[in-house]
């Protein structure tokens, strides 16, 4: 039983289109997470919400749209797809009430854009 | 400068090898500290925290220097399945766990 997990895997689009990638844990946890890992492997934060509430907001365009129906889900939609978003985008969920910096990761949603 | 910044490698080392990898984090406030492992086209795994007095796992030992700002990653008798990128983590001060990565330091383990 997957603990987190992503679709599609993989997403070839064109420039300009807008796509969705969706995320489920079913760990119970609290928070969850999206990270970009790009060309060059460096994996950066773009979102976190705990319960619904969207807790971190990093300088991502707002081409991208996180939306958290209940804290099980945490879906990323993307208008107006660059070349540049190309890249590996990972879900991931910790439980809020521990700081043990242990992250559950999906397996990672690879998006081409042509 | 980035937040975490680590040599990338690759480290090249023979099977039974010691080898050592360091990560520096700019953020003085930052709490706590952590090694995740990710192997090629998948997710990041937590490997071990890092505690200020050092802590070791199996082969693993890994060591904080608050003084200094530098995070080290010590694997002995390296295996071939030890091959991977190393991540070095920092959770900063922010009141959530903001967990901020490292590039990443790829070590590649041969016969």
């Known amino acids: 039983d997957t603990a987190v997990s992503q679709t599609p895997k993989y997403l070839v689009t064109q420039m300009g289109n807008d796509k969705s990638i969706k995320c489920e844990q079913n760990l119970g946890h609290d928070t969850m997470y999206w990270y970009k890992q790009d060309s060059k492997k460096f994996l950066k934060i773009m979102f976190s919400y705990n319960n619904k509430e969207l807790i971190i907001n990093e300088t991502v365009p707002n081409r991208f749209s996180p939306k958290s129906p209940d804290k099980a889900h945490l879906n990323l939609h993307i208008n107006s797809l660059e070349l540049g978003d190309s890249a590996v985008y990972f879900c991931a969920s910790s439980p809020y009430d521990r700081n043990t910096g242990e992250l559950f990761f999906g397996e990672g949603s690879r998006l081409t854009v042509l | 400068r980035k937040e975490v910044e680590q040599d990338p490698g690759p480290f090249n080392v023979p099977e039974g090898a010691t080898v050592a990898f360091n990560c520096t984090y700019s953020?003085?406030?930052?709490?706590?500290f952590f090694w995740y492992r990710q192997d090629c086209r998948k997710e990041p795994k937590l490997l071990m925290s890092v505690y200020s007095s050092g802590n070791e796992d199996g082969r693993f030992t890994a060591q904080l220097n608050r003084a200094s700002q530098y995070i080290s990653l010590l694997i002995r008798d390296s295996k071939l399945s030890d091959s991977a990128t190393y991540l070095c983590?920092?959770?900063?001060?922010?009141?959530?766990?903001?967990?901020?990565f490292g590039t990443g330091t790829r070590l590649l383990v041969s016969p």
């Open positions: 953020n003085s406030a930052s709490q706590s």
């Open positions: 983590v920092v959770i900063m001060n922010t009141g959530f766990q903001k967990l901020v």
